[in-house]
C-alpha cells in the first residue's frame, strides 16, 4: 500500500514542526497499566517521529517533553519520567550522531535533577557538532515562565545600560526567548483529542498551523505525521494579508 508519505510536496515542507505529545497516561489506562507504562511506550513514538522529519529533511522538531507545571504531578511519575529521561538520552546519542541530528533544550534547568541536567550537558555536547535535523526538547518548560524571564532579562540590561528602552521591538523581544536561535513553527500538532495549546511557545505560534488529532501519542507513527503534514500544505497561509494578495498572479499576457 502506498504511503501518505507519496503525497507530500516535498518542495512545501514546514521549516519548524513543534509537537504537545498527549496521550501516554490514557493510553496506559485503557490497557489496565500505570502511567509510565504509557510513557515508555511514548519513546518509541519519540524515535519514530525524529526518524521521519530527519529523513525528508525538516530543519526542526520541538517536543514539549515536559512543563513546569508536570513537576505538581505524583512524586513517583515525575521520578519516573526524569529516569526514563536519563535512561533515553543516553541510548540515543549515538543514534542523534550516525543521522547527524543536533540536540537542543528550552526550558528551566534550574528545576531539572543534577544527574538528568548533567546527562543533557553531555548530549548537548556529543551532538553539538551535527548539522541535519535539530531536535528541540522542552523540558522544564512553559510559555509564561519563558515570557518572564525574557522580561526580566531586558528589564536587567535596560537598568545596566547595556539596552536602549526606545530600541525595543518585537525582533528585541524574541532574541531574549529560548528559542532565539530557532525559527517560529510553521505546524504545530497536538494529539490525543485535545484542543489546547498548554503553555506551549505561545509567543511563537501567533502565525502558526494547528494540527489536532485524536490519536494518543504512543500510537502516533510516522503516517500520522505525514497525514499532518498534507493537512498544512492544503492550507492557506496568509499572515493577515488577503488571499489575493499570497496567489500566485497569472503571467501577464504579451
Known sequence: MASLKDNI??????????????????????????R?????????????????????????????????????????????????????????????????IRLHVIGNMDMMPGYAKSELADAL????????LNLVMALSYSSRWEIVEAVRNITADVKSGKLDPESINA????????????????????????????????????????????????DFRKENLYEAILNFQQRERRFGKTSHQVQPRPPAKS
Open 171 to 218: 525582533e528585541t523581544f524574541q532574541s531574549y526567548l529560548c528559542t532565539a536561535d530557532f525559527p517560529n513553527p510553521e505546524l504545530m500538532i497536538r494529539t490525543s483529542g485535545e484542543y489546547r495549546i498548554s503553555n506551549f511557545l505561545l509567543y511563537q505560534v501567533a502565525y502558526t498551523e494547528l494540527y489536532f488529532t485524536p490519536v494518543l501519542w504512543p
Open 9 to 34: 510536496d516535498m518542495e512545501r515542507l514546514p521549516s519548524h514542526i513543534a509537537v504537545i505529545m498527549d496521550g501516554n497516561g490514557r493510553w496506559a489506562e485503557e490497557k489496565g497499566q500505570d
Open 125 to 132: 555536547a556529543d551532538t553539538n557538532g551535527n548539522t541535519g
Open 36 to 100: 509510565l507504562y504509557g510513557h515508555y511506550h511514548g519513546v518509541e513514538s519519540v524515535r519514530d517521529i525524529v526518524e521521519g522529519c530527519a529523513e525528508m529533511g525538516i530543519g526542526y522538531l520541538t517536543l514539549y517533553a515536559f512543563s513546569t507545571e508536570n513537576w505538581d504531578r505524583p512524586g513517583d511519575e515525575v521520578k519516573g519520567l526524569m529516569e526514563l529521561l536519563v535512561e533515553t538520552i543516553r541510548k540515543e546519542v549515538a543514534t542523534l550522531n550516525k543521522n547527524n
